[in-house]
T-cell receptor, first 112, second 115 residues
Framework: QQQVKQSPQSLIVQKGGISIINCAYE??????FPWYQQFPGKGPALLIA?????SEKKEGRFTISFNKSAKQFSLHIMDSQPGDSATYFCAASMGAGNMLTFGGGTRLMVKP | DGGITQSPKYLFRKEGQNVTLSCEQNLNHDAMYWYRQDPGQGLRLIYYSQIVNDFQKGDIAEGYSVSREKKESFPLTVTSAQKNPTAFYLC??????????????FGPGTRLTVT
């Protein structure tokens, strides 16, 4: 049972554009929603994360928008750059120290 | 440097052989995790451990075994019972325990190929 659904599977954006990746979850007990960035052959790196008590969190060009009632959250990458080309994973967790449930991933390509 | 190390980076084995993947962390984290990643797919949890000498099965534990004898080490054994062992294996850790920290940090991964 996939508890976190991620879309789209792949995304092509022009340099300077906005990349938007969406995730939906089912389990209302989730209370931590991170996004990871993974380059080929490397481990995922934590990019940004949000808790359900806020609707938006911004760090540099990266913003998470969170809609608790819709059980959805999204990653926005402003002014996308070719160096942002990677696979992005959303995830969700219940409680500190507990395992993450990952979405299926989105392969982003930013064209110069 | 603090972080998570996995060795080796690439591993090749013949079908029917058990193989052990190493994961070490010097972050003083209580919790450690093993994930499997197949091409073009997300990460699936194999095993996790929130404290030394204790571990729990994840979503796809069949054919795998782990041990947690030391806080900094969480080796994963891929046994011959695992039907499709070829994959990219990722180890992660988090502060866990009684802290409120949720962040998981990943190692560089081991790519296992079984022929």
């Amino acid at each position: 049972q996939q508890q976190v659904k991620q879309s789209p599977q792949s995304l092509i954006v022009q340099k300077g554009g906005i990349s938007i990746i969406n995730c939906a979850y089912e389990n209302t007990a989730f209370d931590y929603f991170p996004w990871y960035q993974q380059f080929p052959g490397k481990g995922p790196a934590l990019l940004i994360a949000i808790r359900p008590d806020v609707s938006e969190k911004k760090e540099g060009r990266f913003t998470i928008s969170f809609n608790k009632s819709a059980k959805q959250f999204s990653l926005h990458i402003m002014d996308s750059q070719p160096g942002d080309s990677a696979t992005y994973f959303c995830a969700a967790s219940m409680g500190a120290g507990n395992m993450l449930t990952f979405g299926g991933g989105t392969r982003l390509m930013v064209k110069p | 440097d603090g972080g998570i190390t996995q060795s080796p980076k690439y591993l090749f084995r013949k079908e029917g052989q058990n193989v052990t993947l190493s994961c070490e962390q010097n972050l003083n984290h209580d919790a450690m995790y093993w994930y499997r990643q197949d091409p073009g797919q997300g990460l699936r949890l194999i095993y996790y451990s929130q404290i030394v000498n204790d571990f729990q099965k994840g979503d796809i534990a069949e054919g795998y075994s782990v041990s947690r004898e030391k806080k900094e080490s969480f080796p994963l054994t891929v046994t011959s019972a695992q039907k499709n062992p070829t994959a990219f294996y990722l180890c992660a850790s988090s502060r866990g325990g009684t802290t409120s920290s949720y962040e998981q940090y990943f190692g560089p991964g081991t790519r296992l190929t079984v022929t």
